[in-house]
């Protein structure tokens, strides 16, 4: 048996492209344990099943704890998905994945409730429930990485209600339309996505398009030249250092998000808009932008009301928002 | 004593700038009367407070039933409000009204349990009821009119949830910007809303540039040489008719809704997409239209699956909106 353990402790899986992160989390949203595993998809999705199950056994004696002590478990992954049938169906960035029974997998693996979720969904439920949303009744969260993600978080139903939508498309956020004259092509295939001008991928090739007409002014022009790769981050450090085409290129992203945040203020309405994923190292200058283009943009009282704030979990939002998707199997 | 009734009854009243209508409605959400009142909002909030009781009182007589065998009420009112204050703050439609306690108004007068919702929410709800959302677990709802309005259920919550948001303006779905490239001014003050691309108001005008740019070839020419005014109504039959320039309007039309449509299909991910609404007279070709767009352009899963069809209530759909949240009240 194991030591005596009064608060209930959960797993969470957050499952991506690359690797793959696990946590033991107790019934507050601290995690006691972060472990990485590579995911290796090429291998197969049997291999990537028993990765799944490797990856949240080490959390566990990572933790210290047995897992006998664990109440419940969650798993978020990429899409393309079925969440009410826990199935991956058809992953873009899980390939040659298809159909992976991932629930009832870890499920009869462990003998645990095992919840299942959307990998950006689980992002927002943990921000939510141990983040930059704690405390509030609903919140809409954008992720700014190579995409667009998000999740939404809504007052109904106990401990808020995360719109999964009903054929696991639900906030799908980077890929509301905001342009329709001469829109940019997105990596989805469609035109005039949020994502296609809001992404880190975006930031960078609207970067590269400035620079090629703007006659070797802007100090990115050195970087380019001695090889290294363009990144946001450049971009934004950058502007910070007072390079002119830079800090365009930052005021229309902040303005493109800004978009992106009224339209959901004016769907959703949320007590809170957060921004997470790797682009919010820009630091508080660049929310500062975004707040200043959501208050002329959006309706008076949401404009006045609605905070705008940064991410706080980091890469472990994923995984503590999935356990906390488990936690909900055996909280209500 | 009033005559033996099993089935509880449920009065809704739906308050506009012009008239307020309300009706019982059964538990089925038959409505058993309808009456409509002049809403005379320039004679005060204190004659309009009386009014309201006074069109509930007229639509249970015409029921032919008693005030006691009502279970609860629901008024549905324009905006700006605070819905869970059951207070019109200052509304745009209902001018000089300004932070009127509408719900503990009604419920002082007759006792009952009162909901309070915003109209257009209201039609959402009752479409969702008792219309065309029958059976759904989610749904969106856009209404074209003078303006773009609706409502959301999403399926959080005891009989759905109501996305009324934090501050009272969820679901201000014709507020949604769509356009950045010298976009069109919005009756709201706003640039590129889809409310100034595919509200019947937005189809007149768009109507008008065109013809001011075609050479006096459109048959739309003669109407407005008549003095008549122009009306979506003549935009729509002149498209069926074969004009061309009215063809190309209603088809850019089709697709404005489409974007919308598909936004909400990328946030919400609902059942079913609702119009209602006066322009719906347009008919079964230009949903065809709709929804043709909408297959194109979103995602495949929802653009598959997400039902897309007219609202079934007409005007109705408020009160009865209104009486379906009076219902929740009691039957939860």
């Not at 978009?259 to 309405?269: C, E, P, R, T």
Request: charged residues 20%; contains cysteine; hydrophobic residues 45%.
């Amino acid at each position: 048996m194991t030591t005596a353990n009064v608060e209930p402790l959960f797993v969470g899986l957050d499952v991506g492209g690359s690797s793959m992160k696990a946590g033991v989390v107790d019934d507050t949203g601290r995690p006691l344990s972060a472990v990485s595993l590579p995911t290796e998809a090429h291998r197969g999705q049997d291999f990537g099943l028993e990765r799944m199950c490797e990856t949240i056994r080490a959390a566990v004696r990572q933790a210290g704890v047995s897992m006998e002590q664990i109440s419940a478990v969650g798993v978020a992954t990429p899409g393309l998905m079925d969440i009410p049938g826990g199935l991956i169906l058809d992953p873009m960035n899980l390939k040659p994945w298809r159909n992976v029974p991932v629930r009832r997998h870890v499920a009869e693996t462990f003998g645990l409730p095992t919840a299942f979720q959307n990998d950006a969904n689980a992002a927002a439920y943990g921000e939510f429930w141990a983040g930059a949303g704690r405390g509030a009744r609903s919140m809409v969260l954008f992720t700014l990485g190579t995409g667009v993600g998000g999740g939404i978080i809504v007052a109904g139903g106990e401990g808020g209600y995360i719109v999964e939508g009903e054929h696991s498309h639900g906030a799908e956020v980077g890929h509301i339309k905001i342009e329709m004259t001469n829109p940019r092509e997105c990596e989805c295939g469609r035109f005039g996505c949020l994502e296609a001008y809001a992404s880190a991928t975006a930031v960078v090739k609207r970067t590269q398009e400035a620079l090629a007409d703007d006659g070797g002014r802007s100090a990115l022009h050195g970087l380019m030249r001695s090889g290294k790769e363009l990144t946001s981050r450049e971009v934004f450090t950058a502007s910070d250092a007072g390079d002119e085409l830079a800090g365009r290129i930052v005021e229309e992203t902040a303005l493109y998000l800004a978009i992106g945040a009224m339209n959901l203020m004016h769907v959703i309405d949320p007590d809170l808009i957060v921004f997470g994923g790797g682009m919010i190292a820009a630091g508080d200058g660049f929310l500062n932008r975004i707040r200043a283009h959501v208050r002329r943009l959006a309706f008076v009282v949401p404009a006045e009301r609605t905070r705008i704030v940064y991410a706080q979990l980091g890469a472990d939002a994923g995984f503590i928002g999935a356990a906390a998707c488990g936690r909900r199997l055996v909280k209500q």
